[in-house]
C-alpha cells in the first residue's frame, strides 16, 4: 500500500535521531528535538506544527491536533487526546458549518500524563505536572501539581 511505503521512508531519517514509531501510527507536520517512541495506533496532526522535545513516550492510541509544544521527559499514558481547536457554537450556523476555534498547547517538561486522559485547547501543564487517568483537562496547570477529576482540579503538589 503506499499509505504504509510513505510511512515507513519517513521513519527512517528519524530511526537515526532516535524517534521510534510503531506501526499503524500517522504523524504529519511533526518537528522531534530528541529522541522518542510512540506505541502503535496514535496519530500525531500539527496544525500547523507539533514539537516534541527529548525523551518522550506516548503509549498506545493517543490522538494530539493541534498547535502543540510538548517539553523533555514527557510520558502520556495510553488513549490520551490532546486537542488543540473545536467548532464554534453561534446559532447561526450549523454546527458541521461552524469555523474552528484554535488555541495553542503548552506541555513543561518532566510530565506525566495519565491513561484515558484529554487535554482541550489553550492549557498550559507545567513543568513537573502530574495529570490523573480519566482527567479533562479545561484549565492551566501549575509547576508540580497533581490534578484529577473532570474537570481536572488539583489535588496536591509534588514534594
Same mark, same amino acid.
Given at each position: 500500500?503506499?499509505?504504509?511505503?510513505?510511512?515507513?521512508?519517513?521513519?527512517?531519517?528519524?530511526?537515526?535521531?532516535?524517534?521510534?514509531?510503531?506501526?499503524?501510527?500517522?504523524?504529519?507536520?511533526?518537528?522531534?528535538?530528541?529522541?522518542?517512541?510512540?506505541?502503535?495506533?496514535?496519530?500525531?496532526?500539527?496544525?500547523?506544527? $507539533?514539537? =516534541? @522535545?527529548?525523551?518522550?513516550?506516548?503509549? *498506545?492510541?493517543?490522538?494530539? &491536533?493541534?498547535?502543540?509544544?510538548? %517539553?523533555?521527559?514527557?510520558?502520556?499514558?495510553?488513549?490520551?487526546?490532546?486537542?488543540?481547536?473545536?467548532?464554534?457554537?453561534?446559532?447561526?450556523?450549523?454546527?458541521?458549518?461552524?469555523?474552528?476555534?484554535?488555541?495553542? $498547547?503548552? =506541555? @513543561?517538561?518532566?510530565?506525566?500524563?495519565? *491513561?484515558?486522559?484529554?487535554? &482541550?485547547?489553550?492549557?498550559?501543564? %507545567?513543568?513537573?505536572?502530574?495529570?490523573?487517568?480519566?482527567?479533562?483537562?479545561?484549565?492551566?496547570?501549575?509547576?508540580?501539581?497533581?490534578?484529577?477529576?473532570?474537570?481536572?482540579?488539583?489535588?496536591?503538589?509534588?514534594?
Amino acid at each position: 500500500m503506499i499509505t504504509d511505503a510513505y510511512f515507513f521512508l519517513k521513519k527512517i531519517p528519524l530511526l537515526i535521531k532516535g524517534v521510534k514509531i510503531r506501526d499503524h501510527c500517522a504523524f504529519v507536520r511533526v518537528k522531534f528535538l530528541g529522541k522518542a517512541r510512540i506505541e502503535p495506533y496514535c496519530r500525531i496532526i500539527g496544525d500547523p506544527e $507539533i514539537i =516534541i @522535545g527529548d525523551t518522550f513516550y506516548m503509549n *498506545a492510541g493517543c490522538h494530539i &491536533l493541534g498547535n502543540i509544544v510538548i %517539553g523533555n521527559d514527557v510520558q502520556i499514558g495510553p488513549k490520551t487526546v490532546i486537542w488543540g481547536r473545536d467548532h464554534g457554537i453561534s446559532r447561526d450556523r450549523l454546527i458541521r458549518e461552524q469555523p474552528h476555534v484554535k488555541k495553542a $498547547i503548552h =506541555i @513543561g517538561n518532566d510530565v506525566w500524563i495519565g *491513561a484515558n486522559v484529554t487535554v &482541550l485547547k489553550g492549557v498550559t501543564l %507545567g513543568d513537573g505536572a502530574i495529570v490523573g487517568a480519566g482527567s479533562v483537562v479545561t484549565k492551566d496547570v501549575p509547576d508540580y501539581a497533581v490534578v484529577v477529576g473532570n474537570p481536572a482540579r488539583i489535588m496536591r503538589y509534588r514534594e
